[in-house]
């Protein structure tokens, strides 16, 4: 029987592990995928894509830059291999006495960043995400402030929330933090439905108080469970600690280099046409689904492995778990791209085009969806890419590469959306290319160095994954045209079933053909499972 507190697996079934977590992690996150697609429905359907909703998700942004930035991904990046590190070395008391300092420095940190956040929130407002709007009406720029202070303790509740998360996951528990992104989207679900009409955009904002107050309770009880051993201490002369704050500095740089980027292009974008940051973010969030579904399910299943395996010096472990880890997201993440080119039109149609959203939303959100989606395989790809970097204490490294890709991120939105004008086009996209684009860039180059560091990363498994799903896809992408052209004046529902069951089963028909493994180690562990729930063993 195993225990809460034993490490991961090891090695030599590390792939195999991978896997079945990753299966966990992909089915939370596709129903909080659903929550969230439901969200997105209630929001723009009760308040379009117009100025309201360009405010709420400029204030937005500011928070989420600064969760981010301070207890995001580089916490996570940072706490998750010490942390687990200490756990395959059978050094339990002294993870949790790691967990706790972090938990105390964090909560310190974020409360003081969050009142200074608030306090300056007019000069946030006017001077960074008005900076090249000068003609904005002062009621929206007004609105921008109160929702930015609304919202600031959601950045101290998120951020206890995924410390919670990084212990959760390090112990091998996947399925509550997982689930978690839905209590959030449930939050803003329940505030827009329930509170008084007479609020307007105010029930958002509350909502995203409520939601992230859900992502951290529904993870406690487990957290619980684990018995760990609170101390009330800062920790600052443990050496884990300054391990964390050491590697976590780099990353530190790095997301707010990330987040940067997402502040330039709503700067960018509210000196557009009216919706264009709203319709950004709608479409950034749909590229954002499969992204999540599939990419940061096999990542965060595999951070705890590649961590183990490094702290313990095992790279050829490591190597192979990486690439089996690479080659899952191709097979997944090539076409889901294509997919959802081909359906994105009709999906945005169908879900959002009623009450306050308008054809030329639709249109708008569409168009930018295209030039997203462009880079999904490329984001999907760094997912796994940057954590095995992390696994390795190598914060650096990435973060080096990141800071490149804002410059480029930055030149290229500052030129893209000229040029797409000239071409007659929405500018709009030229924001979503940059973004694609820079993208490609940092991953290729991200690749390269890993290839570097670990001797190898079995290129030969990923390039013939690669082909493999670029020819299924290719079929798959034959036939979900050949449909739409079939059904052109039927409903939206029909089209989009339709396409997702032949696209579906032309993919898997593909993979069969072509003797894929994966495809064979997937329908095992489905059988399994099934025998397993049939016939349950007894411990």
Not at 287 to 294: E, G, N
Not at 301 to 307: C, I, L, Q, V, Y
Not at 388 to 412: C, E, K, Q, S
Not at 490 to 496: D, F, G, K, L, Q
Request: glycine share 10%; net charge positive; aromatic share 8%.
């Amino acid at each position: 029987m195993t225990l809460p507190d034993s490490p991961p697996a090891q090695p030599e079934s590390a792939s195999r592990q991978i896997a079945r977590a990753a299966g966990t992690v992909m089915i939370a996150f596709i129903l909080t995928q659903l929550l969230g697609l439901v969200r997105g429905m209630v929001n723009y359907q009760v308040f379009g894509a117009g100025a309201e909703m360009d405010s709420f998700n400029a204030a937005n942004r500011v928070t989420e830059l600064l969760f981010n930035l301070m207890a995001g991904g580089a916490l996570g990046s940072a706490f998750i291999p010490v942390f687990t590190g200490l756990l395959a070395k059978e050094e339990r008391q002294t993870a949790w006495k790691l967990a706790s300092a972090i938990a105390n420095l964090l909560f310190l940190v974020l409360t003081a960043i969050g009142l200074l956040a608030a306090v300056f929130a007019p000069q946030i407002v006017r001077h960074v995400l008005f900076l090249l709007s000068p003609g904005v009406t002062p009621g929206q720029e007004e609105l921008t402030i109160f929702l930015l202070r609304l919202m600031m303790p959601s950045v101290v509740i998120f951020g206890l929330s995924g410390l919670m998360m990084g212990i959760l996951n390090a112990h091998q528990k996947f399925w509550l933090p997982a689930v978690a992104p839905g209590m959030y989207s449930l939050g803003q679900i329940l505030g827009v439905l329930l509170l008084p009409d007479e609020l307007g955009i105010t029930r958002l904002g509350l909502g995203v108080l409520a939601g992230s107050l859900l992502h951290l309770l529904i993870q406690a009880p487990q957290l619980i469970r684990l018995k760990g051993t609170y101390s009330a201490s800062l920790g600052l002369r443990m050496d884990e600690v300054r391990e964390v704050v050491k590697l976590m500095g780099p990353r530190i740089i790095g997301v707010a280099v990330v987040q940067i980027n997402f502040i330039v292009n709503t700067i960018i974008g509210l000196s557009l046409s009216e919706g264009s940051v709203a319709t950004l973010s709608l479409a950034f969030t749909w590229m954002l689904m499969p992204q999540v579904a599939i990419a940061q399910s096999i990542a965060i299943a595999a951070m705890p492995t590649f961590s183990a395996q490094s702290a313990l010096g095992k790279l050829d472990d490591l190597r192979s778990a990486l690439a089996s880890s690479l080659r899952g997201v191709l097979l997944l993440a090539v076409p889901a791209s294509l997919g959802l080119i081909l359906l994105r039109k009709p999906l945005i149609q169908l879900l959002y085009e009623h009450g306050e959203f308008t054809a030329r939303d639709t249109e708008m959100v569409a168009w930018a969806l295209l030039w997203y989606v462009a880079g999904l395989v490329f984001h999907s790809l760094l997912e796994v890419i940057v954590r095995a970097f992390y696994a390795l204490h190598d914060t650096r490294t990435p973060v080096t590469m990141t800071a490149i890709n804002m410059g480029l991120n930055i030149a290229f939105s500052l030129t893209f959306p000229g040029w797409f004008s000239h071409l007659g086009w929405m500018p709009h996209g030229g924001l979503a290319l940059a973004n694609s684009l820079a993208t490609l860039l940092e991953c290729v180059a991200l690749i390269i160095l890993l290839r570097r560091r670990l001797q190898g990363l079995q290129g030969s498994r990923l390039l013939s994954a690669a082909a493999q799903s670029l020819l299924a896809a290719g079929v798959m992408g034959a036939a979900i045209w050949g449909w739409l052209s079939l059904a052109s004046d039927w409903s939206n529902w029909t089209r989009i079933l339709g396409g997702i069951i032949i696209g579906l089963g032309m993919y898997a028909a593909g993979l069969v053909i072509m003797r894929v493994p994966e495809v064979f180690q997937v329908g095992e562990i489905v059988k399994n499972k099934i025998q397993a729930m049939i016939h349950p063993r007894l411990e």
